[in-house]
């Protein structure tokens, strides 16, 4: 009875059943359609979702470990410092020769002291023109200077002699080679016409010595990392200025390798602050 009603209703409207099931298949089709690019959809959205998760875990890895590697640096560098506490020789009890055998044994590099720089006091005023016009190796410029300039060829050395009886000496390689060029020049004065000439508190001002530890250095990260002892001003100066507190010696670092001491009293400072500087510049080795 159904499928009559609907018979007669067609054929009234003038529509065939066969053009019903048609419309009927085709809205079934349009459906599936639907259902498939909306399925289709739903599957691109949880794509991007599921990459957006891995991104985020991706980023969460990295922060990690850049954290651990951060981390591990820093231990390392405390570590390595508490060791170089621990190790640390005790070296004002020790003379050069000993310091300088432990530093071959350690790091088979030794600074070789370029200059030695003293002060010895006469003891009495002097006449610096007599001293210009008697003295073949002397030169006297008060306009430019106000000393006498004195060389000597054994040791080499040179010395300021100021009229105050003061000279300072510079040039020598050595301690021992400096105290000898002092009493030479004292003794040099004496023969000029001063007989009370004295040798009184002589002492070493300076010594300056320099070396290289064969690689390559980063020093604008060794200037970031120690940024309360450095001065690096690449644009003034190439070299990195490097103040060491303990013990009192400046350096200057090249990215060469290469590297001046100076503001040293004793020769064991020299070797101390190169012995402490040496493991650092080991950390900032250019690869």
């Known amino acids: 009875r159904?499928?009559?009603?609907i018979k007669k209703y067609y054929i009234f409207t003038g529509i065939s059943i066969l053009d019903f099931m048609?419309?009927?298949?085709?809205?079934?089709?349009?459906?599936?359609?639907?259902?498939?690019?909306?399925?289709?959809?739903?599957?691109?959205?949880?794509?991007?979702?599921?990459?957006?998760i891995k991104d985020n875990t991706l980023e969460k890895n990295f922060k990690k470990e850049?954290?651990?590697?951060?981390?591990?640096?820093?231990?390392?560098?405390?570590?390595?410092?508490q060791t170089l506490a621990e190790q640390k020789t005790n070296f004002d009890n020790l003379p050069g020769s000993l310091v300088a055998f432990k530093l071959v044994k350690g790091n088979e590099i030794i600074p070789d002291v370029q200059n030695v720089v003293s002060t010895v006091s006469l003891g009495i005023q002097l006449d610096l023109k007599r001293i210009a016009l008697?003295?073949?190796?002397?030169?006297?410029?008060?306009?430019?200077?106000a000393a006498v300039i004195?060389?000597?060829?054994?040791?080499?050395?040179?010395?300021?002699?100021?009229?105050?009886?003061?000279?300072?000496?510079?040039?020598?390689?050595?301690?021992?080679?400096?105290?000898?060029?002092?009493k030479k020049y004292a003794r040099i004065i004496q023969r000029l016409g001063y007989?009370?000439?004295?040798?009184?508190?002589f002492r070493i001002q300076n010594i300056v010595a320099s070396c290289d530890v064969k690689f390559p250095i980063r020093l604008e990260s060794l200037a970031?990392?120690?940024?309360?002892f450095c001065s690096y001003e690449p644009e003034l100066f190439p070299g990195l200025i490097y103040r060491m507190i303990t013990p009192k010696v400046v350096l200057l670092i090249f990215v060469s390798g290469k590297l001046v001491l100076t503001g040293a009293k004793e020769r064991k400072d020299i070797y101390q602050a190169f012995n402490n500087i040496y493991a650092v510049l080991c950390l900032f080795k250019k690869t």
């Open 2 to 5: 159904f499928f009559t009603i």
């Open 22 to 52: 048609r419309n009927g298949n085709e809205d079934n089709n349009h459906r599936n359609k639907t259902l498939s690019s909306q399925n289709s959809h739903d599957q691109h959205d949880m794509n991007l979702k599921d990459n957006v």
């Open 66 to 81: 850049t954290l651990n590697n951060q981390i591990i640096s820093v231990q390392k560098e405390s570590i390595l410092s």
């Open 134 to 145: 008697k003295a073949r190796n002397a030169e006297y410029n008060p306009r430019r200077f």
């Open 150 to 182: 004195m060389r000597i060829r054994d040791p080499k050395t040179t010395a300021l002699i100021f009229s105050s009886g003061k000279m300072v000496i510079t040039g020598a390689k050595s301690e021992e080679a400096a105290k000898l060029g002092c």
């Open 195 to 201: 007989g009370h000439v004295k040798f009184l508190d």
């Open 224 to 228: 970031h990392a120690h940024n309360q």
